[in-house]
């Protein structure tokens, strides 16, 4: 959960909502839904990617370059990143 302002979707001007969508374009399928544990159930809000909102080129541009290293054209599969993500957060003490 993040502990500054955040701007929900439903909040979000026009320009910002095409942002989030666009980062939301790149990632595949299986990536659609949130991770709970993460801090992104129900309330967008308390998500990682939510907690750019407030420069939203800046949350654009990171989530972008990531979705596309998540790219299915790439060799990949997501039990893969899992398993990078997973010990990268282990190495680094992360909540995420």
Same mark, same amino acid.
């Given at each position: #959960?993040?502990? =500054?302002?955040? $701007? %929900? @979707?439903? !909040? %979000?001007? !026009?320009? /910002?909502?095409?942002l989030m969508m666009d $980062?939301?374009? /790149?990632?595949? =399928? !299986?990536y659609e839904g949130g991770v709970e544990s993460a801090g992104d159930g129900e309330d967008e809000r308390e998500g990682v990617v939510a907690s750019h909102t407030l420069i939203p080129d800046a #949350?654009?541009?990171? @989530? %972008?370059? @990531?979705g596309v290293l998540m790219s299915t054209d790439l060799p990949l599969q997501r039990r893969q990143h899992e398993m990078i993500a997973t010990v990268v957060s282990a190495v680094n003490a992360c909540h995420y």
């Open positions: #959960m993040t502990w =500054i302002k955040t $701007v %929900a @979707f439903e !909040e %979000a001007d !026009e320009r /910002l909502k095409k $980062v939301r374009s /790149l990632y595949p =399928i !299986e #949350m654009y541009h990171m @989530f %972008a370059g @990531f």
